[in-house]
């Protein structure tokens, strides 16, 4: 049973930082990416960055790149998000994702379509 637990969200100022963390478990395919998605209230989700895991080919979204690192640990099967110089309109709640491939990924996914299994979620909130 493939399961993410994702921890890390918060309540921090504009211009902190944060590091979400996404750690998958219950699978055995050779070949997955992690994405990051977040969806804020009355808005759609929209995908923030993502990751091959075998390797670390990244996407983000042009609102995050310069501020957002997402990184991963495939030993212990986590991928991190590191954000610095947070806005307030960062604010969301943030999910990370996960999909298989039978084949290598020649490119990143960044369709959440493509992902079938989400974490439960981790609220972030930037606000002063």
């Known amino acids: 049973q493939v399961q993410l637990v994702e921890s890390g969200g918060g309540l921090v100022q504009p211009g902190g930082s944060l590091r979400l963390s996404c750690t998958a478990s219950?699978?055995?395919?050779?070949?997955?990416?992690i994405g990051w998605f977040r969806q804020a209230p009355g808005k759609e989700r929209e995908g923030v960055s993502c990751i091959v895991t075998a390797d670390g080919s990244t996407y983000y979204a042009h609102s995050v790149r310069g501020r957002f690192t997402i990184s991963r640990d495939n030993a212990k099967n986590t991928v991190y998000l590191q954000m610095n110089s947070l806005k307030p309109e960062d604010t969301a709640v943030y999910y990370c994702?996960?999909?298989?491939?039978?084949?290598?990924?020649?490119?990143?996914?960044?369709?959440?379509?493509?992902?079938?299994?989400w974490g439960q979620g981790t609220q972030v909130t930037v606000s002063s």
């Open positions: 994702a996960l999909g298989f491939s039978r084949n290598p990924l020649r490119v990143v996914p960044t369709n959440d379509h493509w992902y079938d299994y």
């Open positions: 219950g699978f055995t395919f050779d070949y997955q990416a």
